[in-house]
């Protein structure tokens, strides 16, 4: 009888934050991540033997945690929570203002609340940091410096250490003594990672893969010029970087640490981001992988194809058959396996689950899985299908990590007949040559709009990988008159200055409060490149590659935006580009209050696009109204109003009003509007075409979102507008990058 082998996952990553010529570590997120996502993830399969999955562990991530059991890692963060808060200097206490309340709020924060109360009292002094600092107690900072770090526990330990244990029942008023066990605890935690994985694959409950040693995007290594071959027209870097051998050198390094930390030399390989191109597939034949994995959207476009779903979500028949089975990559003499992720099944877990119960959500997917996979059993074959995503990042959103819709999830997977959870590994090895796909050439893309655009074609991209040429040249010019060490440290540090994680930072796509760490950072690695040759390094590195000023709690529109506005949940990747403005970064007095999360907002050629988000889920009976003004490159200005009725979570109803002031003026009415529409999901969509709102190529449209329950309720923003710059999609994308 046919079955769904369901091959799971799970990418563990973290950038590579070492400085190799003083040692320390710049950012803290490699021990903050260990403690609470990479032991637990995997020894949860302990409760589910009948679930087989695969881990994809980053050889640099497994390097640096080891470093941490080994007592040579060392973070300024650690060292301020080791502290004892007594001793604590005023800069010292300054930066654990900053960054030890670096986590979710919802799940992480207000789980204990004394560190709750500490957030809110420094909210409270408006954020003034140096205040605060001043103003706080030993105690204040001795409670901040052990639940900033108990927030971060595994559950497992949370839930089974009874010392632990103790520790969350006792809440507030540390001593140095609960300090000291909470560091001895860390360490355990620390010591425990690595053990498990290697148990749970002696075990055969798991296969262990890995992506290139230091996380670089192989394609771009092997030739930035493929960024121009998915998508045409972007401007690449002045100067052209072609090094295959480095990007082989990263492969051959990160199967061989994998073969000495685990016993066993790893026979897959998620390429970082699922980035592929012909060359990088043709290097991994070559070292006798025998799978590799990479997105829905890079098969689509290398069979020509698209992977139609419907208004829920299933796949339908065609490209089910298309999407559900191993690939054989077959050029002359090399042959390699290729399984393709499902992007919606991957994204359901990592962006939407999260905001629903765990029970529902888990018997979503399942139901989900099953509906798009019938066809492919229907017609007498295994449905291979492949969710593949971040083990880390998505379970600070979900209640207590995550672990109850995990349980849940598995428990139904285990139960269920018609599936079977098991490892890639195995689902290539027990592929008939006869069922698997055949494909001899592949379209380079990544897991991400099919393309290399988040690391490569904006400015600051493209100045990262003009810095990072210079220096690879400089290496091939002067390492052979330096000594063995040098030339070994030198290298390394390119390697490292290689990996994806400092373009992921550059641009307009992504941001974060640690951005100027990321630049500093990456810029310190080329430095110490001609350093450790003996050489002055240019002074380009010593200046930022992000220049521009970051606006607190906004985001510019940086590419036309196309939301489907028919999927049963909201993409992630429909509202990439959209202008997003953060209600908390309008202050944060009375968070807990407000209703609204954010707003986004953006256009293509044709419709005007907007997005309202909720704190709490959608408002039971309210009305929504949207406040526009065009403004014309003439100067020339028209107001809108656009009305959304809520009843039961659900639009009612919505029109348009053209100049609000002016009641007497007819109101448009929604089946007057070519193509409008507005939803209620988890969040309300709208889309209008552009012409509706007078929206001139050239000018501006300023907005206000408004939540009305009774009486006003609040506005995003509360002054001012939100302003986007009506542009071609080019001219969108040069602007956001002058704005970052």
């Not at 040249?473 to 052979?480: E, K, P, S």
Request: aromatic share 10%; proline share 5%.
């Amino acid at each position: 009888m046919p079955k769904i082998r369901l091959c799971f996952l799970w990418h563990m990553h973290q950038p590579y934050y070492k400085d190799l010529r003083t040692g320390k570590y710049r950012l803290p997120w490699v021990r903050l991540h260990a403690l609470k996502d990479y032991y637990g993830m995997v020894k949860l399969l302990d409760e589910f033997p009948g679930v087989h999955q695969t881990f994809n562990l980053v050889p640099s991530l497994l390097k640096q945690i080891s470093d941490y059991v080994d007592g040579t890692a060392s973070d300024a963060l650690y060292d301020i929570v080791a502290k004892p808060a007594g001793d604590l200097e005023h800069e010292e206490r300054l930066l654990a203002l900053q960054y030890l309340f670096q986590a979710n709020e919802t799940h992480m924060i207000a789980r204990y609340p004394r560190f709750l109360e500490l957030l809110q009292a420094k909210r409270g002094a408006h954020d003034d940091l140096a205040r605060v600092a001043v103003r706080w107690s030993d105690q204040d900072f001795r409670d901040l410096q052990v639940l900033s770090q108990l927030a971060w526990f595994d559950e497992f330990w949370i839930d089974g250490d009874p010392e632990v244990a103790a520790l969350v029942a006792k809440g507030k008023a540390f001593d140095h003594g609960d300090q000291q066990l909470m560091l001895r605890k860390q360490h355990e935690i620390l010591s425990s990672v690595i053990p498990a994985y290697r148990r749970a694959m002696d075990a055969h409950q798991i296969e262990i893969s890995v992506t290139p040693y230091y996380h670089p995007i192989l394609p771009l290594v092997c030739d930035t010029n493929i960024g121009r071959v998915s998508a045409p027209g972007i401007r690449l870097p002045a100067s052209r970087f072609q090094r295959p051998e480095d990007a082989k050198l990263q492969m051959v390094r990160a199967l061989e640490y994998a073969d000495e930390v685990f016993g066993s030399r790893p026979a897959g390989m998620w390429p970082s981001e699922g980035s592929v191109s012909n060359e990088v597939l043709e290097i991994g034949a070559s070292l006798k992988l025998q799978w590799v994995a990479t997105d829905e959207g890079v098969l689509g476009r290398s069979i020509n194809t698209f992977f139609s779903r419907n208004s829920e979500g299933i796949l339908d028949p065609t490209s089910a058959n298309g999407l559900y089975r191993v690939y054989r990559y077959e050029v002359a003499d090399t042959e390699l396996g290729i399984v393709f992720r499902d992007h919606s099944l991957s994204d359901l877990i990592g962006f939407v689950y999260a905001g629903m119960p765990a029970k529902e959500a888990a018997q979503h997917f399942v139901q989900q899985l099953k509906q798009s996979a019938e066809p492919v059993l229907a017609s007498g074959r295994d449905a291979v299908v492949s969710v593949i995503l971040d083990g880390e990042n998505a379970w600070e959103h979900f209640p207590r990590n995550g672990r109850e819709f995990l349980r849940r999830l598995y428990g139904l997977l285990q139960a269920d007949p018609l599936i079977e959870a098991e490892t890639i590994g195995s689902a290539v090895q027990a592929t008939p040559f006869s069922e698997a796909g055949k494909i001899r050439s592949i379209t380079p893309g990544s897991w991400i709009n099919s393309n290399f655009n988040i690391w490569i074609g904006a400015p600051e991209d493209n100045t990262s990988w003009d810095l990072l040429s210079a220096a690879r040249t400089f290496y091939d010019q002067h390492a052979n008159d330096s000594p063995s060490a040098a030339r070994a440290l030198a290298l390394e540090e390119l390697l490292i200055a290689e990996g994806s994680d400092w373009n992921w930072w550059y641009g307009p796509e992504h941001h974060t409060a640690n951005d100027p760490d990321f630049d500093e950072l990456y810029r310190d690695h080329l430095s110490n490149v001609y350093l450790a040759l003996g050489a002055t390094p240019p002074d380009e590195l010593s200046l930022p590659i992000t220049t521009a000023v970051v606006h607190k709690g906004f985001t510019p529109q940086s590419q036309y935006i196309h939301p489907s506005m028919t999927r049963e949940t909201v993409s992630y990747f429909d509202w990439l580009g959209a202008a997003v403005l953060s209600a908390e970064a309008e202050g944060a007095m009375h968070m807990a209050s407000r209703r609204l999360s954010a707003a986004y907002a953006g256009f293509d050629e044709t419709f005007f696009f907007a997005r309202l988000d909720f704190r709490q889920g959608p408002p039971k009976k309210a009305e929504c109204v949207l406040d526009i003004e065009a403004v014309a490159p003439s100067g020339d200005s028209t107001r809108t109003q656009l009305h959304v009725s809520i009843d039961e979570s659900k639009v009612q109803r919505w029109w348009l009003r053209r100049d609000p002031s002016d009641t007497s003026r007819a109101l448009i009415r929604i089946e007057d509007l070519d193509e409008g529409t507005a939803r209620m999901t988890q969040v309300l969509e709208i889309r209008v075409q552009r012409s509706a709102l007078r929206a001139e190529s050239g000018g501006v449209l300023k907005m206000r979102f408004s939540l009305r329950e009774r009486e006003m309720v609040e506005s995003l923003p509360r002054e001012g507008w939100m302003t986007l710059d009506v542009l071609s999609e080019d001219a969108l994308i040069t602007k956001a990058n002058r704005y970052w």
